[in-house]
């Protein structure tokens, strides 16, 4: 069914994206959307079929496009700053709600309608479990090729076979991830309320794939499963993209939290953040041989007589993350409970939005770094490879550039936002005792400020031989 557009005189406001000529072309401009995501769809198979005929490593585009631009700039970047565009360009969900106007239109089982799908098996396991175990095996293009293959070829299944995009709600390995982080941007999606009272066929929520209300998003402070694909804009005039405070979401109550949300912060630090840290960080200081993911990681690798392409240093290193960030939780979190005298439950859910920043801001320290160190040279050499263009730039940094240090500011900006979030949303929760419950749910921030001056003491004391990594 094709929606009318609804023609209203709006007077926008001066924070309507909307309502800025050039911004309002970019976001808002059916053609301009349509260009951004075609390209995108491109990229995406273009990578895929140049991945799968040229699998050897002189082929850096394939990789350079998946893990130099899509997942550092349209992910770490773009969350944190204007909010879901990576699910606006998406090429998955711009050729699924095609594919869904002509499929089955059936109801997804409860078993597949579940978010932690997307969440565990498609991100921790498929992704991160592979990151860290097999630390080569995504860096060959044949593999990369395949592994976007299998993802695009089960979201057009899913999408002919479900109503409702349900590969992007549930499944999608970074669907319900970028709805959570996208909290942190100041960019916000809404409608006019005076041009909505009137309105008795909302031509928005009709429009919308995914069924959602976006007259409603202000008075339930939660987008969540939007993308920005902009279908009701164009559907009505009266919804606007507004500009706001950096995460004003995460400070006013959520009608209906979502505890998938505070899932994503909590399994993503842990796997990301605080692995990256001991991984990626600590275990290549001088110090290496003393942390305990080294030592144990080691020890089983030896006593199995593992092959050196399994790396179970990394493997052990992301399981005592996860077993650190849900124990400190745990812990803090059950005497939030004997303190505020409220569920444990319902203190997460409450409580648990202030560690929206730690993970995605946390990391445009590492993105912002290797910008310089790896990102930039691959991308350009990439596209240079691919379309014939004949450049080849270098590096514009190499590891150790003492002036890369700025971008360690970025970790600690994540934490002490986070502590400040904490700090309102514990008026939310109960009047008494502010300060002690403040004090007692602020371990996780807290124990990740700790380590991210730890691994500093660390780098600066007991330096890495970068010549060896």
């Known amino acids: 069914m094709r929606v009318e557009k609804v023609h209203l005189i709006v007077k926008r406001d001066n924070k309507d994206i909307f309502g800025l000529p050039l911004l309002g072309f970019l976001f808002k401009n059916r053609y301009m959307l349509t260009f951004y995501r075609l390209s995108a769809l491109f990229l ?78 498609s991100n921790v396991i498929a992704y991160w479990f592979v990151i860290y175990t097999f630390p080569n095996f995504f860096k060959s293009p044949l593999n990369t090729a395949l592994f976007f ?36 941007s100041f960019t916000w999606l809404s409608t006019y309320q005076e041009e909505c009272k009137n309105c008795k066929k909302p031509e928005c929520v009709l429009a919308c794939p995914y069924g959602l209300n976006p007259s409603k998003f202000d008075e339930r402070n939660s987008m969540f499963n939007c993308t920005l694909c902009m279908e009701c804009a164009h559907a009505c005039d009266a919804v606007k993209f507004e500009i706001r405070k950096w995460g004003s979401s995460l400070y006013k109550e959520i009608k209906n939290p979502k505890l998938i949300e505070i899932m994503v912060y909590l399994v993503l630090v842990a796997v990301i953040t605080f692995t990256m840290r001991f991984h990626h960080g600590l275990s290549r200081s001088g110090l290496s041989e003393y942390m305990p993911w080294v030592v144990v990681g080691k020890y089983i690798q030896n006593t199995f007589g593992l092959p050196k392409w399994v790396d179970m240093t990394g493997l052990v290193a992301m399981l005592m993350a996860l077993v650190l960030v849900f124990s400190t939780v745990y812990v803090s979190f059950k005497l939030v409970e004997k303190i505020s005298k409220k569920g444990f439950k319902e203190s997460l859910l409450i409580l648990g939005y202030a560690f929206a920043p730690l993970m995605i801001v946390g990391g445009l320290s590492h993105v912002l770094e290797f910008f310089f160190i790896e990102y930039y040279h691959k991308i350009v050499n990439g596209f240079s490879q691919a379309f014939g263009l004949g450049i080849v730039v270098e590096p514009l940094a190499k590891r150790g550039d003492a002036w890369l240090n700025i971008f360690k500011v970025f970790p600690f900006i994540a934490g ?46 007991f330096p890495p031989s970068y010549h060896h990594h």
């Open 416 to 461: 002490f936002w986070s502590l400040h979030i904490l700090w309102h949303r514990v008026k939310l929760l109960t009047d008494k005792n502010r300060l002690l419950v403040f004090m007692v749910a602020s371990a996780l921030p807290v124990i990740y400020l700790l380590l991210s001056v730890f691994q500093m003491w660390v780098m600066i004391n």
């Open 149 to 184: 293959l299998f993802f695009t070829l089960l979201s057009f299944v899913f999408f002919f076979l479900f109503k409702g995009m349900a590969y992007c709600k549930y499944v999608c390995p970074i669907g319900s991830v970028n709805s959570a982080f996208s909290r942190t």
């Open 44 to 121: 995406l198979f273009y990578a895929i079929i140049y991945g799968i005929i040229k699998p050897d490593k002189e082929n850096i585009f394939t990789t350079a496009i998946f893990w130099s631009l899509f997942w550092p700039f349209f992910m770490v970047i773009t969350l944190p700053t204007i909010g879901n565009v990576f699910c606006m360009v998406c090429p998955h969900g711009f050729v699924g709600r095609y594919i869904t106007k002509f499929g089955l239109k059936l109801r997804p089982p409860k078993w597949i309608a579940n978010p932690y799908i997307g969440l565990i098996l």
